[in-house]
């Protein structure tokens, strides 16, 4: 393949991380790649000393098409997420406690040893 066969498409739609398609890990399109609300959640706490506890509480639904929720836990936050796969659930309620820890630290509640939440916006 030459230099001219080769087409780079610049990322220029650049969204909040927690809100990318959870069935997208790694590369995403090119050099930029969009960390998942779990790989997020889980270097910004392991830095701390702490790992995300997740929980699969619940599976509802017909054999071929189940609702799975999970619950993650981390100190004295605890959010739930729901999905069509594990994948999705997981996804879910990682991004949930990731919107009450950003609410936590905007609202001046967030608990002595826990991370800054980076502006996901950016």
């Not at 609300?37 to 995300?52: A, D, F, H, I, N």
């Not at 506890?53 to 981390?74: M, N, S, W």
């Not at 949930?96 to 002595?112: D, R, V």
Request: hydrophobic share 35%; glycine share 10%; charged share 25%.
């Amino acid at each position: 393949m030459t230099e001219d066969a080769i087409k780079v498409v610049p990322d220029t739609e650049k969204q909040s991380s927690i809100d990318d398609d959870p069935d997208k890990e790694g590369v995403s399109g090119g050099a930029s790649a969009a960390k998942t609300p779990v790989s997020l959640l889980q270097e910004l706490y392991v830095r701390r000393g702490q790992t995300p506890k997740y929980d699969l509480v619940q599976i509802e639904g017909a054999v071929h098409e189940p609702t799975f929720k999970y619950r993650v836990t981390i100190g004295e936050f605890v959010a739930t997420g729901c999905g069509q796969s594990k994948k999705k659930a997981k996804h879910s309620a990682a991004k949930a406690i990731l919107e009450k820890l950003i609410g936590a630290q905007n609202s001046g509640k967030a608990g002595a040893g826990q991370p800054t939440i980076p502006d996901l916006a950016t």
